[in-house]
C-alpha cells in the first residue's frame, strides 16, 4: 500500500509543495521532476513488491 500510496505526487498534494519550495524548484520544474519522480518511485515499489509475493506465495 506504501508503494502505490506514492505514486504521481502532483500540485493538490502537500508533498509536491514541501519537496518544492525547500529544493528551490520552481513550480514548472516540480511538474516535471517531482511528478515524474515519484511515478518511477511508485511503479518501481510495486514491481518490488509484486516480485517479492511470487517469490514468498
Known sequence: MGA?????????DSFFWVVTQ??????RDGYRLQTLGTLIQG???AL????????VL
Open 4 to 12: 502505490g500510496a506514492m505514486v504521481v505526487s502532483h500540485a493538490n
Open 22 to 27: 525547500f529544493s528551490n524548484m520552481t513550480t
Open 43 to 45: 511503479t518501481v515499489g
Open 48 to 55: 518490488a513488491v509484486w516480485a517479492a509475493a511470487a517469490l
